[in-house]
């Protein structure tokens, strides 16, 4: 159950109305969102079985403030997802990130297929038609990083997402080595 903080306040309702729509998008699915939500952000997680895999969200917004003695400082924002998804086979191991310095120690073929300043680390074959894949993900949804290890692929989004289960149902449908095992 999600703890709703009510007041007046504009950024409580456009909070409210986003955390709603979550319950709405995920009611599909048997799954039970806990956390709470109020004027400065939300904190909800929920997880989950489907297909024999363990699949767990948690959404996060929330407000930081910095200290500005001499010249005042805005406060920061951060909205975002991380959607991990276990029960994966253990062996394959892939990472898709955003780093400058990784990228350069990416395979020069590899380099050309993702977008800067994405790089990929993998421990398996990796077909091209898999990879235009994985670029085609990451563009649809915004992804910030992947990572599959020890049977569990976590996924990153560093904004408010309109469809997790979209997202989710993009991730079931990846390539050959995930579905293995």
């Avoid at 805005?74 to 990228?103: C, D, H, M, Q």
Wanted: glycine share 6%; proline share 6%.
């Amino acid at each position: 159950m999600i703890d709703y903080e009510e007041n007046t306040s504009p950024f409580f309702q456009a909070n409210k109305a986003y955390c709603m729509s979550l319950e709405k998008r995920l009611s599909t699915l048997p799954m039970a969102l806990s956390g709470y939500c109020n004027s400065y952000g939300f904190d909800i997680e929920g997880s989950t079985e489907r297909s024999g895999l363990g699949i767990r969200f948690r959404f996060e917004k929330f407000q930081r403030t910095q200290n500005g003695l001499v010249i005042p400082v805005n406060s920061t924002e951060y909205a975002g997802l991380v959607l991990r998804i276990t029960g994966l086979p253990k062996s394959p191991t892939l990472t898709i990130g955003k780093n400058a310095f990784w990228r350069l120690l990416t395979p020069k073929m590899l380099r050309r297929k993702f977008p800067k300043p994405f790089y990929l680390r993998q421990n398996v074959a990796v077909q091209d038609d898999e990879i235009s894949l994985w670029v085609q993900l990451l563009a649809q949804h915004n992804i910030a990083s992947l990572k599959l290890q020890n049977g569990s692929l976590s996924c990153t989004i560093h904004e408010t997402t309109s469809d997790p289960l979209k997202l989710l149902t993009d991730l079931e449908h990846l390539p050959r080595f995930i579905k293995a095992g």
